[in-house]
């Protein structure tokens, strides 16, 4: 381990760790997000997520974060997208999978599950936090609620062009199968 709690590869290197984070929706196009406490990103807004495990697969995390953090269980996790987190202050570096998912009980809120690691839950939607990113020149992180965690800024700024809600949507629809006659 370095000085700032990173393993580190053989040759003495940090590793590169990997997370995902998820859109969770409900039907009415809002998405949860949580206050970071106790941990890099402290104090910033971010979407429900945590550490991949040995050998568990990328949509098992999300099922698994979500429940350990929220409470709230999900059905049609889809893969996003992926962005390369560099969290220069504490020395940590992240690749990080985005999933959209679709909450099972739309009336069932989230609850804080870990207190020592959110400070509370609310819904947003995309166009929220992008009003914020939008206003002004400089792309800092401007979200009225307060600082984005990296990820979610990453999001923004390497992948401006992807809507997650619309990703979603046209995921959620049912494949149609196409029958000779």
């Known amino acids: 381990m370095d ?19 998820a859109f969770v929706f409900r039907p009415d196009g809002t998405f949860l997000m949580g206050i970071r406490k106790g941990s890099h990103g402290a104090g910033t807004w971010g979407l429900p997520g945590g550490h991949l495990e040995f050998g568990e697969s990328l949509e098992e995390c999300v099922h698994r974060e979500l429940k350990e953090e929220t409470d709230l ?17 504490e020395k940590k570096h992240y690749t990080t999978n985005f ?9 069932k809120e989230a609850q804080i599950m870990e207190p020592n690691k959110c400070d509370e839950w609310a819904w947003f939607t995309w166009e929220e936090v ?6 002004g020149e400089d792309k800092e992180n401007k979200f009225k609620e307060g600082p984005l965690f990296l990820p ?4 923004i ?19 149609t199968k196409f029958v000779k006659e």
């Open 3 to 21: 000085t700032y709690g990173n393993s580190l590869d053989a040759k003495g290197r940090p590793i590169v760790r990997t997370g995902v984070n």
């Open 73 to 89: 269980e999900v059905s049609n996790v889809q893969f996003f997208t992926v962005t390369n987190d560099f969290f220069t202050n």
């Open 99 to 107: 999933f959209t998912a679709k909450v099972m009980d739309s009336e």
């Open 130 to 135: 992008m009003d914020y990113y939008r206003e």
């Open 152 to 155: 979610t800024a990453s999001l």
């Open 157 to 175: 700024l390497q992948r401006e062009e992807l809507h997650p809600l619309g990703f979603h949507l046209m995921k959620s629809v049912p494949k």
